[in-house]
């Protein structure tokens, strides 16, 4: 029997054009019998990213406010196709995840998302990729994409704007009291970027900082603040 069913890609972003003349030739290329379309949600970028999203074909939707929960919220209200898949603009999903993603949906593993490498040759790096193929409290951030069913996200009422930080593991955590969530075993691409950016002990001391403040339920725009002075990035 041949699956009829299609997938609606949804992706954030703020200030990501340069991403995006690789990303959306990427996807239409490894999954353009699988797509019904590709929305870029854009949360008030001044650079060419909604140029570059309409230049490649993608639906572009402005975000009253940057917030990457609301954007994701806002794709999926508008995507037609009845299997979503979450995609950061910096990572690169593997070579055929269109149909990877249907074969796995058909054989009963859905929701889930994929493992990933770093875009790095970077031997700590690749001891961190090496874990994300284990389906644990760690997986399921945003990095390793995310697909799932509208029916599904629907359901859980998808992602909790509440959360400027951590909302793909606050989603995550709500599918797994519904339902088996899986990783698959193909790799993502991730940039490396934050990494270059900091140094390899700062950005693991501000994840686990992170998570082990989402796991104790602390406000999510405490977390967030307290991420980004770790960080030394912009608020």
Known sequence: MIDKRQISVIIPCVNEEENLKELLPYLHKYASGELQEIIVVDGGSHDDTVAVARFYGAMVIHSPIRNRAAQLNLGAQKAKADIFYFVHADTRPPVEFGSVILDHISNGKEPGCFQYRFDSSAKILKLNSWFTRFNGVFSGGGD??????????????????????????????????????????????????????????????????????????????SIKSLYLNLLNQKK
């Open 144 to 221: 390793q994409s995310l697909y799932i069913s509208k029916l599904l996200f629907e359901t859980l009422e998808g992602f909790d704007e509440t959360y400027c930080i951590m909302e793909d593991f606050d989603l995550v955590k709500r599918i797994r009291q519904k339902t088996d969530f899986h990783v698959l075993p193909y790799k993502m691409s991730v940039s490396a970027r934050k990494y270059a950016e900091n140094n390899w002990m700062k950005v693991q001391l501000a994840n686990l900082i992170a998570f082990s403040l989402f796991l104790l339920k602390v406000k999510p725009a």
